[in-house]
């Protein structure tokens, strides 16, 4: 029998095909894309406010199923860069294990659980097969859906959008990056978070960004301030987005601290909107 293998439905690692004009041999490259690594955090953040008419399976749910048939839909680094792909896998759900409390035998297996946990587990369905696959995918496209399709990685060039003097207050928000923020009660990295950016520093030693945080439902709090530019995750995206002014992003920030899951998906929306009637503006296509 063959070795059970994963399905793929988002990855952060993009394939190069390349040839050896000198060896005449071809091969295929394979390099982490920090932007789309950004957008798989994300979905772990986004799936839960994007389905609450049917919620999706967490690790309490699943621990009274144990030794029955399960797909579950993970969030998973096990890559030898370290970037989240999200993928699913068919397997026994089992509990008291040495790889924690709970696990997922993975079909074939008998041994060597895949441990399921709060950061890992995104979503779970009954049985095995296409069926389940289905589900899975169609509920994540739904998610998906929520972003851009187009982004791009934060690079020194696309800094030159923001302004590097006068009045922030009076300045547009002419950059959108999605990242992650670590929370304050260390409990670990708050994924999909939006930086909305209108003034950097261009300190060629430690350049700093000021603007305002998004940030979704969590310990953290929606507000504006800065950030230094080597603190950010290297797992950023640009979002592609015509600017708002400081004030648009202030009330967005108001709005989500006042009610962070709408607030979080209205700015999101807000946000996508613009690019899709303003794509000039954004720089390119987001469709």
Known sequence: MPAYKPHT????????????????VSFTRLSPALDQAAVCNTMHTLYPLAHTS??????????AHDGEKYTALVLSSGNAWRV????????????????????????????????????TLIDAT????????????TRLAAVRALLPQQTTPLTPDVLTRVSDGGDPDNQPCTLVLLTSTQAPDNTGPVHG??????????????PTL????????????SEHGSIYLRRLPQCTAVLPAAALSYQEAIDLADQLNAAPEH????????????TRTDPARAGRSTD
């Open 210 to 221: 000021g603007g305002v945080l998004l940030a979704p439902p969590s310990t953290l709090t």
């Open 84 to 119: 989240p792909q999200l993928i699913v896998l068919e397997g026994r759900i089992v509990t008291a294990t040495t790889a924690g409390p709970l696990a997922l035998l993975l079909k074939g297996r008998r041994t060597r659980g895949i441990p399921l946990t709060t950061s």
């Open 126 to 137: 009954p049985g095995w097969g296409p069926t389940a696959l289905s589900h899975l995918t």
């Open 263 to 274: 607030g979080y998906l209205t700015a999101l929306a807000r946000l996508t909107a613009r």
């Open 9 to 24: 439905l988002m990855s952060s690692i993009t394939t190069t095909p390349t040839s050896s004009s000198s060896e005449g």
């Open 54 to 63: 049917q919620p999706p399976a967490t690790v309490t749910d699943l621990m």
């Open 193 to 206: 978070c939006l930086w909305l950016i209108n003034d950097r520093t261009p300190d060629p030693d430690d």
